[in-house]
């Protein structure tokens, strides 16, 4: 007798509501600038181009992105001829994708060690769009920044100097404040 409590595990549809990852994100970015095949999508994640810098992407890990994508509904593909080549994919953007995507670009990162990639991805995306989504995704990432700094600052305040805590504690407000002078500057030159 099964247990009605008990959860059969689909990695399948598991997968289907697992939080996208940057990677993807970042193709939905750029699919919202104009529908393209895979492999126009690849030069942008090559190379020491500014996205490649940030987010090298091989290609066969490229195309499990958009299939992926493309079960979810976010992206929509169909096929197309160029002369005498194969036939290839043009993927575009679902309504349901650029839903997701809007909703991922003002989101502020929630780990300080996301400001590498997922920040950085959402800077260069919306970078192409202008200043004024650019100035509040700054300005929301520096008020998270400042809730983490706090929240670790109390939590300091409450052990002793001399515990091992402390001293982890310590080297996440050296990095949270280094992040924070970094956010800082860069809303200054915007």
């Not at 104009?34 to 940030?54: E, K, M, N, S, T």
């Not at 670790?152 to 924070?180: K, M």
Request: aromatic share 6%; proline share 5%; with cysteine.
């Amino acid at each position: 007798m099964t247990n009605p409590r008990q959860r059969v595990l689909d990695p399948v549809a598991e997968a289907r509501t697992a939080p996208l990852t940057a990677a993807q994100c970042a193709i939905l970015g750029l699919l919202h600038d104009r529908p393209a095949h895979g492999y126009d999508l690849q030069h942008w994640f090559v190379g020491d181009g500014d996205l490649g810098a940030v987010l090298p992407l091989e290609q066969a890990s490229l195309y499990a992105a958009l299939k992926e994508l493309a079960t979810r509904g976010l992206i929509a593909g169909t096929e197309a001829r160029e002369g005498l080549r194969p036939p290839r994919t043009v993927y575009a953007l679902t309504p349901a994708g650029q839903h997701t995507l809007e909703q991922w670009l003002k989101q502020p990162v929630a780990r300080l060690r996301q400001v590498r990639l997922d920040f950085l991805v959402k800077l260069y995306l919306l970078r192409r769009r202008g200043k004024a989504q650019l100035r509040a995704l700054v300005d929301a990432q520096i008020a998270a920044c400042l809730d983490y700094l706090a929240d670790l600052e109390a939590r300091a305040a409450a052990l002793d100097p001399e515990e091992f805590g402390y001293l982890v504690i310590e080297s996440r407000t050296s990095a949270a404040r280094s992040t924070l002078d970094w956010l800082r500057d860069y809303r200054q030159r915007l």
